[in-house]
């Protein structure tokens, strides 16, 4: 196998728990498909919302499906500083202490007291994958991209669970700096 992954942009967006897309979308609405997203079971939703920050506001951001037991709004570095917060770099899920923003939908807002993260950068992996590759669930590695900006991405983690598909996530601002555009692989490289 080679030791080749492929790079994904992960551009804004927004997760909801089902209690929050009520308050946000009407009662009983359900997320709707738009485009199903690499990750097997994940969808863009058609829905978007407002992220309102104390210095600026992030209009029609989108939300990802399917619905959360937690809301969390993934931005880039440069996104935070518009909305004028300070969101760690952080893996997904891992929210606790975290700025929040307003959330304002079609037919509601919300308050979200904590969420906001720069999610930091990641391969997703079956076991499968991880054992072709010789790599382990949270290893760390680099990534080598080569574009008409070469760039070694390091600080990679390694998340390995059943239902992923095999795929670097970056933020626009990674993307942006790499020159990461179309059909992008990088090059996994151990520590």
Do not use: W
Not at 30 to 58: H, I, R, W, Y
């Amino acid at each position: 196998m080679s030791n080749k992954v492929v790079v994904e942009t992960s551009a804004r967006h927004v997760h909801l728990t089902a209690e929050q897309v009520e308050t946000l979308f009407g009662k009983g609405h359900k997320l709707t498909v738009k485009k199903m997203l690499s990750q097997p079971g994940q969808f863009a939703c058609e829905e978007k919302v407002d992220v309102v920050g104390p210095k600026n506001t992030l209009r029609n951001v989108s939300v990802l499906g399917p619905v959360r037991s937690a809301a969390q709004v993934e931005v880039s570095l440069t996104d935070a500083r518009t909305l004028g917060i300070a969101a760690p770099v952080r893996e997904s899920g891992d929210i606790a202490g975290t700025p929040g923003v307003k959330l304002v939908g079609p037919e509601g807002e919300l308050e979200l007291e904590q969420g906001v993260i720069a999610a930091k950068r990641h391969i997703h992996l079956t076991p499968d994958e991880a054992a072709a590759f010789g790599l382990s669930d949270k290893e760390v590695v680099a990534v080598r991209l080569e574009t008409e900006r070469p760039l070694i991405f390091d600080g990679v983690v390694v998340r390995v669970r059943s239902d992923y598909a095999a795929a670097m996530h970056i933020d626009t601002d990674e993307s942006n700096a790499a020159c990461a555009f179309g059909q992008v692989y990088g090059e996994i490289q151990k520590k």
